[in-house]
């Protein structure tokens, strides 16, 4: 039998608060898709804990593309992504605190947003 490798890669984690504003940027080191998609699936559980079915099903919600990334809606305004390096290159190796890149990153963001559904 022969075993398959899995691939560990870098994620960009961004994570989206009331009225759009971006709450965290960060990266995610050396996970497998399928590690992204758990992480994903415990945020978005961990989430809709306490909270009414008919909202949850509304408006909370996962979508994963292998080779895009991961994306979680998780009421009306929030939600958290993790997105592939390949996709979110540009900023790789950026100081994700660094003021003058801010608008770098936020363009990045904004062109990989949605690639998930």
Known sequence: ????????????KVVDGSRGEIDEVSWVKGKSFDEIVEMGEKILKENNE???KEYVDEFCGMSSTEGKGVEMMLGEEGGVGFYDEDIVSKVKGFDLDDDEK?????????????CCY
């Open 50 to 52: 306490g909270m009414d």
């Open 1 to 12: 039998m022969r075993k398959v490798k899995v691939m560990k890669r870098d994620w960009l």
């Open 102 to 114: 801010y608008l770098e990153v936020c363009g990045v963001i904004d062109e990989v947003v949605g």
